[in-house]
């Protein structure tokens, strides 16, 4: 199925972005959303990750304190919100949805992982 995300954009360091996605309603409950990010000349990186329910998230280190997932139920959607955004963090974001069977939620994508089609994040003055 498709992830549609959008919200990319060139930042200054400092700055804020809202990235969205939005998740096909029959997998809204059933599949953990996850944000992976691949900068140029480096390995894709898991960023954070909601368990299916919403309830449990996670954040790699170097996110923790800046970036926030959540999500409005109404809508479909996921979001990342970004703060303090670094020139590190200049990367393609990509949401991925992978099927669970608990309240987890993992950055290691599988062969069965959906990904959608990415968005540009540009962090520089």
């Known amino acids: 199925f498709r992830l549609v995300e959008s919200g990319g954009d060139l930042v200054q360091p400092g700055g804020s972005l809202r990235l969205s996605c939005t998740v096909p309603d029959f997998a809204w409950d059933l599949y953990a959303i996850g944000w992976h990010r691949q900068a140029p000349g480096k390995e894709r990186e898991g960023v954070s990750c909601?368990?299916?329910?919403?309830?449990?998230?996670a954040y790699v280190d170097v996110v923790k304190g800046r970036f926030t997932i959540s999500r409005n139920s109404d809508k479909n959607t996921v979001y990342l919100q970004m703060h303090n955004l670094k020139p590190e963090d200049t990367a393609v974001y990509y949401c991925?949805?992978?099927?669970?069977?608990?309240?987890?939620?993992?950055?290691?994508?599988?062969?069965?992982?959906?990904w959608g089609q990415g968005t540009q994040v540009t962090v520089s003055s």
């Open positions: 991925t949805a992978d099927r669970r069977f608990d309240q987890s939620c993992s950055f290691e994508p599988t062969p069965s992982t959906f």
């Open positions: 909601m368990s299916p329910n919403g309830v449990n998230t």
